[in-house]
Structure formats: structure tokens, C-alpha cells
């Protein structure tokens, strides 16, 4: 397979996992993560069953997932009164999720959501090929 096939296949990939969530008149886009980087989430964060562990893994998750926005301000990480679109930098992720918990919350439970649909999804698929094997 040549390099720009293996490209094609990463990019439908990424395609796949990528959605948007608009709040308040700004974009955020984030990428599903993968089952791997879930399980690597939850054992980071403790392991348990543990309500606190798992708001650590979801929280841990959510930054690694936010990869990029749109019309987030400098007063949105800050609360400084600048109105200044800010660049998405991986660093301000952390600052912009404590400044704005309401934002956090809604992102998260879309985060959630999603991991919970795509089990589901993945769940249903791995039933069907079983029924529907030959033999």
C-alpha cells in the first residue's frame, strides 16, 4: 500500500471521529477518542469505579479531544475584559475548561454521549458479524 493510500485511510478515520459543538457563538471541535485511549484515560486517573475518577478520565479525555475552536476569546480563558480572538493552542485548553465550567459540563456530556454511541455502534457491529458469519 503507497503512502498516499495509508493517507486516504487516516484521513476517512479522522473524518469519522471529528464533530463540532457550538456553544454561546463559539466552535469547538474535538475528536473521538479511541478505545485505547479511553482505557489509558481511566487507569491514569485511578482505575475505579469511583464518581471522582471517573470526572478525572472525562476531564483528561476532554483535553486531549479538544483540537481545535472558533471565536473563543482571550476574556473567555482569562476573564481579563479582552474581547481578542484567541489562536487554539493544546496549552490553553486546560485554562479555558476552568474558566468555563458551564462550557466544560456541556462539552463533557457531549463527549460522553458520543463514547456512549459509538460503543453502542461498535457493540451492535461485532453482534451482526457474529449472526451473520458463515457456518
Known amino acids: 500500500?503507497?503512502?498516499?493510500?495509508l493517507n486516504a485511510i487516516k484521513a476517512a478515520v479522522q473524518k469519522q471521529r471529528t464533530f463540532k459543538v457550538d456553544i454561546e457563538g463559539r466552535g469547538f471541535t474535538l475528536v473521538l477518542p479511541t478505545p485505547h485511549e479511553r482505557q489509558v484515560a481511566y487507569l491514569q486517573a485511578g482505575g475505579t469505579t469511583d464518581l471522582g475518577v471517573w470526572t478525572i478520565a472525562v476531564?483528561?479525555?476532554l483535553e486531549a479531544s479538544l483540537?481545535?475552536?472558533?471565536?473563543?476569546?482571550?476574556d473567555d480563558?482569562?476573564?481579563?475584559?479582552d474581547n481578542t480572538v484567541a489562536t487554539f493552542d493544546r496549552e490553553l485548553v486546560?485554562?479555558?475548561?476552568d474558566s468555563k465550567t458551564e462550557w466544560t459540563a456541556e462539552l463533557s456530556n457531549e463527549l460522553t454521549a458520543?463514547?456512549?454511541?459509538?460503543?453502542?455502534?461498535?457493540k451492535g457491529a461485532k453482534k451482526k458479524s457474529v449472526t451473520t458469519s458463515p457456518g
Open 94 to 97: 486546560p485554562l479555558l475548561l
Open 59 to 61: 476531564r483528561r479525555l
Open 1 to 5: 500500500m503507497d503512502r498516499d493510500a
Open 77 to 81: 480563558i482569562a476573564g481579563n475584559g
Open 114 to 122: 458520543r463514547i456512549a454511541v459509538h460503543k453502542q455502534n461498535v
Open 67 to 74: 483540537v481545535d475552536w472558533v471565536n473563543v476569546t482571550v
